[in-house]
């Protein structure tokens, strides 16, 4: 079955992924953009997390990504912050995505828990992000997969709930460290809602997103 980011969202808040204009530019981050080496994020692979293997074999992009694009998963906004609950975030992710949308993997390339716990989604996503020079085709943002390097924050970020510090610390850190890897401009940081009729990344974090383009790029 086709990957169609469109299921995704009726599973999850019964959204839509409809292409939006003028935010689809490459963005590369110039040398003053990188004064600084930003460090490899922990990351917990597929395998440390239990991950299935997909149905099929990923498909890689033979390019960088020209943009990140934040979303939100719509699940619980839990309490338990580990890294146990980490992990079975990402399999509730992977298993809504195999099952319910009958996609071969999960859709994000990463995930970042409440508790600051950052995992990869898509097999294959933390070989590509070290290598710096091909990523993985997710299934996130109709008409962006082959363009955006998709993250997705556990829990649901409407206005009456914020994101945790720790997971803020952690998605920033995600995000230079890939900006730096791939050389995108902090500017070209986006929420899924920007190319799309969604509410993701949901609108306490969508109104975060400038502050996030700001605190990655004092970090690179």
Known sequence: MTENPVTRRAVLGGLTGIAAAGLTGVGVASADDLTTTVAAPEIIGCAGWGARRPTSPV??????????????????????????????????????????????DTGYLFLVSRGGFITEGRHRSLEMLRGGRRFVEGAHTS???????????????????????RQWRALVHLCAFACQKYGIAPRKIYGHRDFGATACPGDRMYRRLADLREAVRRRL
């Open 59 to 104: 498909d890689i992009v033979g390019h960088r990504p020209s943009k990140i694009i934040v979303h939100h998963t719509v699940t619980a906004n839990t309490s338990d912050r580990s890294k146990a609950q980490a992990k079975r975030h990402a399999r509730q992710v992977q298993n809504i995505h195999m099952n319910s949308n009958g996609w071969r």
């Open 143 to 165: 008409g962006h997969n082959t363009t955006g390097f998709g993250v997705a924050l556990e829990g649901s970020y409407h206005l009456s709930a914020p994101v945790p510090d």
